[in-house]
């Protein structure tokens, strides 16, 4: 057994579990040792253990300030990397758009972000970029959603895409959520920056179907307290009954007043 800790290297990015010996804490900086070298991050779990199977990697060390100031130096230096890098994007023509660039603390290892609509040759690219900055280059293509996440942007509630302020993963998302809730399926309507589903139509989905059951079904013969009726509608959040009487006016009920007619028994 270990004793592990959660790390995030990115607001909203994936947490990795690493092994340590050195006591640290949620709210740490530290350096950890990563496939791409060393890289700093914080630690958002706290220590617990667990079973190493071999694969797990190591907190090096609680983060100084020399790391610290190191860390920001190289995200500075990514920014002026990534406006160089997309002026040959241009010149070599390729149909791919730069999203973000990372060092890693030594800056040995530059990893850029980009999107596109299929697969790029960017093998020339790597290799300009290369003989610039003289690193080792690493493209990684990621989809949509990913990419609002990285960007950023106003959602249409007028507040900060939920992916690039709090959201780590992405859960899935049918437009079946957007029926239950009828919702109009405009597109337009229920689609976020990334041209995908809105990911809040999941965020209130479980409500919507506990509370869809303590409706009566449409068609639903019912008595009211304007008389007999039939179900046409219902607000699951308002608890209320739309139903059309027997005049063919509509009219909405709150739950509790609208009973289930009785079964006529069988002759």
């Known amino acids: 057994m270990v004793q592990t800790v959660g790390v995030r290297f990115r607001r909203t990015g994936k947490i990795y579990t690493f092994k340590t010996l050195e006591e640290v804490w949620a709210g740490d900086a530290v350096v950890v040792q990563t496939e791409r070298g060393p890289e700093m991050g914080t630690v958002v779990n706290p220590p617990e253990e667990r079973e190493d199977n071999g694969s797990l990697r190591s907190v090096l060390r609680r983060a100084t300030d020399d790391d610290i100031e190191t860390a920001s130096k190289q ?5 002026g990397v990534i406006v160089e890098a997309r002026t040959h994007v241009a010149r070599l023509g390729l149909s791919l758009k730069l999203l973000s660039a990372e060092y890693n603390m030594h800056g040995s290892r530059l ?4 999107s596109a609509e ?4 960017f093998r ?19 989809g949509p959603r990913d990419e609002s996440k990285i960007v950023g942007g106003l959602g249409q509630c007028g507040q900060e895409l939920c992916c690039h302020r709090w959201l780590t993963d992405f859960s899935p998302v049918s437009i079946r959520m957007a029926k239950e809730q009828e919702l109009s399926l405009n597109p337009l309507k ?3 920056l990334c041209g995908r589903l809105l990911c809040c139509l999941g965020y209130e989905m479980e409500q ?7 409706l009566p079904r449409r068609g639903q013969r019912v008595n009211t307290p304007m008389g007999p009726a039939q179900v046409v509608g219902g607000n699951p959040l ?9 005049g063919d006016a509509r009219v909405e009920f709150p739950l509790d007043k609208v009973k289930a007619s009785p079964k006529k028994a069988r002759t």
């Open 238 to 246: 308002k608890e209320t009954v739309t139903v059309q009487l027997e």
């Open 118 to 121: 299929g697969r790029v040759d």
């Open 208 to 214: 919507y179907v506990e509370a869809r059951l303590k």
């Open 111 to 114: 990893t850029m972000y980009f």
């Open 75 to 79: 995200r500075h230096r990514a920014c």
């Open 190 to 192: 229920i689609s976020g």
């Open 124 to 142: 020339e690219l790597v290799r300009t970029l290369a003989s610039i900055f003289h690193t080792r280059i690493e493209m990684r293509q990621v």
